[in-house]
């Protein structure tokens, strides 16, 4: 199946910003990239408080601007829309005004935990977040070791109202039958809710948007329409229809079919 018009609300794809892209020159191949794959709207999320990167609000917007006018000079039918990936840390809500939400009003935060562990003090942040209004959104649970190896960890981030994004590559089996696996189960329990490429002009790091729709349609028909809407909605500030959710298989080392 072909999707047009997909909503991509996970892209490293400013140029020179973090490790997404190291020049305009390839953030525009990037983009060229992302249109072939039926991407519409990308929403740029250069990473944020992380050990390497500070981009501030104000830069990233102008940044944004700045690229939609290169992408308009180029006949480039994209349209760029400005976030972070804003990396879990104590001092985020000391910097809370400094986040740009995945969608204008900040009802969503694309948050990235760190990549072997899940923080303890993740609770009292959700519940921080939670009273300005503020949902989190999880980046890419299904490559987080620590929620690899206990993914019920999700389950009960997702009974306390938490949203989370799958990768495209997951989905399509780029980063293994491990991740995989994690990302099919995850979005079989209803704990992600959306689809996204965390496109790098790195190897191995592109969108991959199209055939992950195509394996959420081979595991259900309706997770196509409901993930691109859910995208929608996010990306817009609008509530997303709530799903049932149900606690995921734990994983082993070894598994038998």
Not at 30 to 53: C, E, K, N, S
Not at 216 to 233: H, V
């Amino acid at each position: 199946m072909k999707i047009n018009n997909l909503v991509d609300l996970h892209c490293h794809i400013l140029p020179a910003i973090d490790d997404g892209s190291p020049s305009l020159e390839a953030s525009l191949e990037l983009a060229r990239q992302a249109v072939a794959d039926g991407i519409h709207y990308i929403l740029a999320t250069p990473h944020h408080m992380d050990r390497h990167y500070l981009n501030h609000a104000g830069d990233v917007s102008a940044a944004v601007k700045a690229f939609q006018v290169e992408l308009d000079a180029n006949d480039i039918p994209l349209t760029i829309f400005p976030g972070q990936e804003v990396h879990l840390n104590g001092q985020l809500m000391e910097n809370v005004d400094d986040l740009l939400g995945i969608d204008a009003s900040r009802h969503y935060l694309l948050l990235e935990l760190p990549h072997e562990m899940v923080p303890s003090y993740l609770d009292e942040m959700i519940f921080q977040l939670s009273c300005k209004g503020i949902t989190p959104v999880i980046a890419h649970p299904e490559r987080n070791a620590k929620i690899i190896a206990e993914p019920q960890r999700l389950y009960k981030l997702a009974e306390d109202g938490v949203l989370a994004q799958v990768t495209a590559t997951s989905l399509v089996g780029t980063f293994g039958e491990q991740v995989q696996r994690t990302a099919k189960e995850f979005v079989k329990c209803g704990l992600v809710q959306v689809v996204a490429s965390d496109a790098h002009t790195l190897r191995n790091r592109g969108f991959a948007m199209t055939k992950a729709y195509e394996v959420l349609n081979e595991m259900n028909s309706k997770y196509p329409e409901r993930f691109a809407t859910n995208a929608r909605n996010l990306l817009n500030g609008d509530k997303i229809k709530a799903r049932r959710i149900e606690v995921p298989r734990k994983q082993r080392k070894h598994w038998l079919s």
